[in-house]
């Protein structure tokens, strides 16, 4: 239990298989590729071997190359078959790995002779681009003719660069206070200029210096969005306020808009993951992180530009993480034992969107979100529902909530509990919904003979009527400790939620009510349950309704009102009546409903012989005769009917006499 405790006090983790690589030391150099996600040991120089680690097998490569000097930086081509290597500030080399790896190298000078390579990046599988302090050159990469081609050249003086590869998104900045940022965005062969803006600083120094630093500036996709995120670090001495996050939201026409900031009550070193569409801001000092949620209401306050927003929870330490190392060799192999990592380590570097590595350690690790222990941290159960749905692989957590909210001793009220419905079946709804214009769009797309259309992809989860049924409805009417009222009262509150939705509700949910009702004796509430439509009409509550008539007979005669307003069960409520004997009732019924010329009368035949009361057989067979006179002129059965037995029983119980006259 302690250790489960122990567990319950953390929301984020490190992955539990971390990407080993060798440690930075004299002979050994580490460098992390943000495209590919790869992390490359290169041992002297790459003469003694270059090891790279990425998320996979495809991604992980062993080889060497020439050392010509140190490596500033090096990186695959997203498909893995050109390496760029940066070793000097005014050219770049390119080696093509075939198959054999071809070791002659092939370079690319930056253009100018005063200007230097700040860094490069990867924009698409041949196309590379050149930050350098005068600007941006793009080119395209021909590994045939191990050769470069320039598609395009910025002229802008450059401090330090940013780039998302998710968005193929390059920021620049520029001027002497370094706030002015330039977005770039790398589409099929071109490269568009976005509008420049400005990130206001909190104090600008006197002479003016470079303010704004690389370290305190990264870009993320948030919700679907691209955000600049900007650390503002408050001017030191009493009286002042403590760090905040800024983030820019991109636009495409106008300068990126200042659109949130973060408070974060500390101050001191900080670094920013993306996890799971959450800033997570780590603070170096405390050892402890904060999670912020943009879509989140609730800790906001807005001016009208810009909402602020405070950390959905307490600050709190990422789980503690143990490191198994090979120690000292022994008779039985290597011993194996574990280390605990010192967390929020200074040798620590991260990387978007979730990404921390320790290169001393020679560890590589995403950060990931720990969603079970939210559930007791966020006592608010609408507030803790708000920010589940918002989060990826959640269903089960959220299943477990509702579970729990309706079981004894941690039951919430019904407001609240019917509010937790409403959240959960606005999602369902926009779902359904998404896949009624996507079945649309199927549709005509096929009738056109063009490409089947892309299915939307869900951010949200979605739980439908068969999850809340199955994993906690089903499961709460059988708990004995609760009281059938309260039992009632949720089950209908959940049905008054769907229809609010306009969504059709499932009859078993209907059954899991009438059955509840049923089993207490509460049939005068099932009753008005059904007269008021608080049950929707259906074939199957019909059905159940008719099953019930043992226990209340009236239950009989709500479903024959039912079936008859349904109008299309005219067939199913003549085979119920038949089944119970009650031709009478049938017969009265067809006539009702004006569908007496069309009935089967073997059926009626059939059934009143199976009940050995000739009287009863009589007035059936004296009907059908009539019918017959009134449709025919004749009252004998026609050939097809196959009515021969019938007749035959009842001439022989009555006699020939009793049939009705042949008119000449």
């Given at each position: 239990?302690?250790?489960?405790?122990?567990?319950?006090?953390?929301?984020?983790?490190?992955?539990?298989?971390?990407?080993?690589?060798?440690?930075?030391?004299?002979?050994?150099?580490?460098?992390?590729?943000?495209?590919?996600?790869?992390?490359?040991?290169?041992?002297?120089?790459?003469?003694?071997?270059?090891?790279?680690?990425?998320?996979?097998?495809?991604?992980?490569?062993?080889?060497?190359?020439?050392?010509?000097?140190?490596?500033?930086?090096?990186?695959?081509?997203?498909?893995?078959?050109?390496?760029?290597?940066?070793?000097?500030?005014?050219?770049?080399?390119?080696?093509?790995?075939?198959?054999?790896?071809?070791?002659?190298?092939?370079?690319?000078?930056?253009?100018?002779?005063?200007?230097?390579?700040?860094?490069?990046?990867?924009?698409?599988?041949?196309?590379?681009?050149?930050?350098?302090?005068?600007?941006?050159?793009?080119?395209?990469?021909?590994?045939?003719?191990?050769?470069?081609?320039?598609?395009?050249?910025?002229?802008?003086?450059?401090?330090?660069?940013?780039?998302?590869?998710?968005?193929?998104?390059?920021?620049?900045?520029?001027?002497?206070?370094?706030?002015?940022?330039?977005?770039?965005?790398?589409?099929?062969?071109?490269?568009?200029?976005?509008?420049?803006?400005?990130?206001?600083?909190?104090?600008?120094?006197?002479?003016?210096?470079?303010?704004?630093?690389?370290?305190?500036?990264?870009?993320?996709?948030?919700?679907?969005?691209?955000?600049?995120?900007?650390?503002?670090?408050?001017?030191?001495?009493?009286?002042?306020?403590?760090?905040?996050?800024?983030?820019?939201?991109?636009?495409?026409?106008?300068?990126?808009?200042?659109?949130?900031?973060?408070?974060?009550?500390?101050?001191?070193?900080?670094?920013?993951?993306?996890?799971?569409?959450?800033?997570?801001?780590?603070?170096?000092?405390?050892?402890?992180?904060?999670?912020?949620?943009?879509?989140?209401?609730?800790?906001?306050?807005?001016?009208?530009?810009?909402?602020?927003?405070?950390?959905?929870?307490?600050?709190?330490?990422?789980?503690?993480?143990?490191?198994?190392?090979?120690?000292?060799?022994?008779?039985?192999?290597?011993?194996?034992?574990?280390?605990?990592?010192?967390?929020?380590?200074?040798?620590?570097?991260?990387?978007?969107?979730?990404?921390?590595?320790?290169?001393?350690?020679?560890?590589?690790?995403?950060?990931?979100?720990?969603?079970?222990?939210?559930?007791?941290?966020?006592?608010?159960?609408?507030?803790?529902?708000?920010?589940?749905?918002?989060?990826?692989?959640?269903?089960?957590?959220?299943?477990?909530?509702?579970?729990?909210?309706?079981?004894?001793?941690?039951?919430?009220?019904?407001?609240?509990?019917?509010?937790?419905?409403?959240?959960?079946?606005?999602?369902?709804?926009?779902?359904?919904?998404?896949?009624?214009?996507?079945?649309?769009?199927?549709?005509?797309?096929?009738?056109?003979?063009?490409?089947?259309?892309?299915?939307?992809?869900?951010?949200?989860?979605?739980?439908?009527?068969?999850?809340?049924?199955?994993?906690?409805?089903?499961?709460?009417?059988?708990?004995?400790?609760?009281?059938?009222?309260?039992?009632?009262?949720?089950?209908?509150?959940?049905?008054?939620?769907?229809?609010?939705?306009?969504?059709?509700?499932?009859?078993?949910?209907?059954?899991?009510?009438?059955?509840?009702?049923?089993?207490?004796?509460?049939?005068?509430?099932?009753?008005?349950?059904?007269?008021?439509?608080?049950?929707?009409?259906?074939?199957?509550?019909?059905?159940?309704?008719?099953?019930?008539?043992?226990?209340?007979?009236?239950?009989?005669?709500?479903?024959?009102?039912?079936?008859?307003?349904?109008s299309t069960a005219n067939e199913e409520i003549i085979e119920v009546l038949l089944s119970k004997h009650q031709l009478l009732t049938a017969l009265r019924f067809i006539r009702s409903v004006g569908i007496v010329d069309t009935v089967s009368a073997r059926k009626f035949l059939e059934a009143a012989h199976a009940t050995d009361d000739n009287m009863l057989f009589y007035t059936v067979f004296k009907f059908f005769e009539q019918r017959n006179l009134r449709l025919r002129g004749n009252p004998r059965f026609a050939p097809g009917e196959h009515c021969e037995q019938?007749?035959?029983?009842?001439?022989?119980?009555?006699?020939?006499?009793?049939?009705?006259?042949?008119?000449?």
């Amino acid at each position: 239990a302690t250790s489960k405790m122990a567990n319950d006090s953390f929301y984020l983790e490190l992955s539990r298989s971390p990407i080993r690589f060798d440690p930075v030391s004299n002979v050994n150099n580490v460098f992390f590729d943000e495209n590919n996600k790869q992390v490359f040991a290169v041992r002297s120089g790459g003469a003694t071997g270059v090891v790279v680690k990425g998320p996979d097998a495809k991604t992980s490569i062993n080889f060497r190359m020439e050392d010509k000097g140190s490596v500033i930086s090096i990186k695959f081509s997203y498909d893995l078959k050109i390496l760029a290597i940066q070793r000097c500030y005014k050219t770049v080399e390119f080696m093509n790995f075939g198959q054999p790896i071809d070791p002659v190298e092939y370079s690319q000078s930056c253009k100018g002779k005063t200007t230097k390579i700040i860094g490069f990046n990867w924009v698409a599988i041949n196309e590379v681009v050149f930050i350098t302090d005068h600007g941006l050159e793009y080119y395209q990469v021909i590994p045939e003719k191990k050769t470069l081609k320039s598609i395009k050249t910025y002229n802008v003086s450059v401090n330090w660069f940013v780039y998302l590869p998710e968005s193929a998104l390059l920021l620049l900045s520029s001027s002497t206070l370094g706030n002015v940022l330039h977005p770039y965005l790398f589409r099929a062969g071109q490269v568009f200029k976005l509008p420049k803006f400005e990130v206001d600083l909190p104090v600008v120094p006197k002479p003016p210096k470079l303010c704004l630093l690389e370290r305190d500036v990264t870009m993320a996709q948030i919700y679907g969005q691209v955000y600049i995120i900007v650390l503002r670090h408050q001017p030191r001495g009493p009286g002042h306020a403590s760090a905040e996050v800024v983030l820019y939201q991109l636009q495409k026409e106008s300068p990126a808009r200042k659109t949130n900031v973060l408070r974060l009550d500390m101050s001191g070193r900080f670094a920013v993951n993306i996890v799971d569409n959450l800033i997570v801001v780590h603070h170096q000092a405390s050892k402890t992180s904060m999670i912020f949620d943009i879509r989140l209401a609730g800790e906001t306050e807005s001016d009208g530009y810009v909402t602020y927003h405070h950390p959905v929870l307490s600050p709190l330490p990422i789980k503690p993480f143990k490191l198994r190392v090979t120690g000292v060799p022994t008779v039985a192999g290597p011993e194996v034992k574990e280390i605990n990592c010192e967390l929020y380590s200074p040798n620590w570097i991260v990387f978007q969107p979730s990404i921390i590595i320790d290169a001393k350690l020679g560890c590589l690790w995403n950060v990931c979100l720990k969603l079970e222990p939210l559930v007791t941290m966020i006592p608010d159960k609408c507030r803790l529902m708000d920010f589940l749905l918002l989060r990826r692989d959640c269903k089960m957590v959220i299943l477990s909530v509702c579970k729990q909210m309706l079981t004894p001793g941690r039951q919430c009220n019904l407001p609240t509990i019917a509010s937790i419905f409403d959240k959960l079946n606005k999602v369902y709804r926009s779902y359904l919904e998404e896949e009624a214009s996507y079945a649309q769009a199927v549709e005509t797309a096929q009738a056109r003979g063009t490409g089947t259309p892309k299915r939307p992809q869900r951010s949200q989860a979605v739980i439908d009527q068969s999850d809340m049924y199955t994993h906690v409805l089903s499961i709460f009417v059988d708990n004995k400790e609760i009281k059938y009222k309260f039992m009632v009262a949720v089950l209908v509150e959940y049905i008054r939620s769907l229809s609010q939705f306009q969504i059709p509700v499932q009859h078993y949910l209907y059954e899991l009510v009438i059955n509840t009702l049923v089993q207490n004796n509460c049939f005068y509430q099932l009753h008005q349950f059904l007269q008021y439509h608080v049950l929707s009409d259906s074939k199957p509550i019909a059905c159940l309704m008719l099953s019930l008539e043992s226990v209340y007979p009236p239950a009989h005669q709500l479903a024959l009102d039912m079936l008859k307003r349904l109008s299309t069960a005219n067939e199913e409520i003549i085979e119920v009546l038949l089944s119970k004997h009650q031709l009478l009732t049938a017969l009265r019924f067809i006539r009702s409903v004006g569908i007496v010329d069309t009935v089967s009368a073997r059926k009626f035949l059939e059934a009143a012989h199976a009940t050995d009361d000739n009287m009863l057989f009589y007035t059936v067979f004296k009907f059908f005769e009539q019918r017959n006179l009134r449709l025919r002129g004749n009252p004998r059965f026609a050939p097809g009917e196959h009515c021969e037995q019938y007749i035959s029983q009842f001439v022989m119980i009555f006699g020939e006499d009793a049939l009705t006259p042949v008119l000449q």
